[in-house]
T-cell receptor, first 116, second 115 residues
Framework: EAGVAQSPRYKIIEKRQSVAFWCNPI?????LYWYQQILGQGPKLLIQ????????DSQLPKDRFSAERLKGVDSTLKIQPAKLEDSAVYLC??????????????FGSGTRLTVV | KNQVEQSPQSLIILEGKNCTLQ??????????LRWYKQDTGRGPVSLTI?????NTKSNGRYTATLDADTKQSSLHITASQLSDSASYIC??????????????FGTGTLLAVQP
């Protein structure tokens, strides 16, 4: 089966600019996650969707970050305006459902964002 | 507090040697424990998934152990190869398994295999 697709792979922007990342989960996966991984740290959950509804966005900096999954399939994460500390790898993951008990939880390759 | 701690933070070994990475957790309730390999600039890839009742699980040259009583896990790599150079992340899934569960990530062990 095809994996979790993310684009772009790399992005360099200046601070205060806007940027958007795209994720297409594995077909049939109802749950989609966006993570932020700063160099040398483990991934931090930003937002979790179940179909097209938000399950958890408690760690999403809502003053500058937004995400949507309008049709319950692919998703977009946006940062506006970007800050230097937003430099990180943004990972998308998807799973069959929210229980995460089996091996149906898969990460994409990520988007490496550099803010200068 | 739900935490996952890994040691060592980084490790350098010679090609062909074995190594063991450690993971201690305080996550409750426990659903399952996962080891991931993350190459530089790539997303994490699952190596093993262990439930409460499993003590040992192997995936090729990777063998994971779990002691649910002491809340400790290890990942043993046998006959290391240059391609094993990566970050290894221990992840504990918190939850009863019947509702929304949450992944608790360790900060990873950075392994470098030298020729």
């Amino acid at each position: 089966e095809a994996g979790v697709a993310q684009s772009p792979r790399y992005k360099i922007i200046e601070k205060r600019q806007s940027v958007a990342f795209w994720c297409n989960p594995i077909s049939g996966h109802a749950t989609l996650y966006w993570y932020q991984q700063i160099l040398g740290q483990g991934p931090k959950l930003l937002i979790q969707f179940q179909n097209n509804g938000v399950v958890d966005d408690s760690q999403l900096p809502k003053d500058r970050f937004s995400a949507e999954r309008l049709k319950g399939v692919d998703s977009t994460l946006k940062i506006q305006p970007a800050k230097l500390e937003d430099s990180a790898v943004y990972l998308c993951a998807s799973s069959l459902d929210r229980r995460i008990t089996g091996d149906g939880y898969t990460f994409g390759s990520g988007t490496r964002l550099t803010v200068v | 507090k739900n935490q996952v701690e890994q040691s060592p933070q980084s490790l350098i070994i010679l090609e062909g040697k074995n190594c063991t990475l450690q993971c201690n957790y305080t996550v409750s309730p426990f659903s399952n424990l996962r080891w991931y390999k993350q190459d530089t600039g790539r997303g994490p890839v699952s190596l093993t998934i262990m439930t409460f009742s499993e003590n040992t699980k192997s995936n090729g040259r990777y063998t994971a152990t779990l002691d649910a009583d002491t809340k400790q896990s290890s990942l043993h790599i046998t006959a290391s190869q240059l391609s094993d150079s990566a970050s290894y992340i221990c992840v504990v899934v918190r939850g009863p398994g019947g509702a929304t569960n949450k992944l608790i990530f360790g900060t990873g062990t950075l392994l470098a295999v030298q020729p």
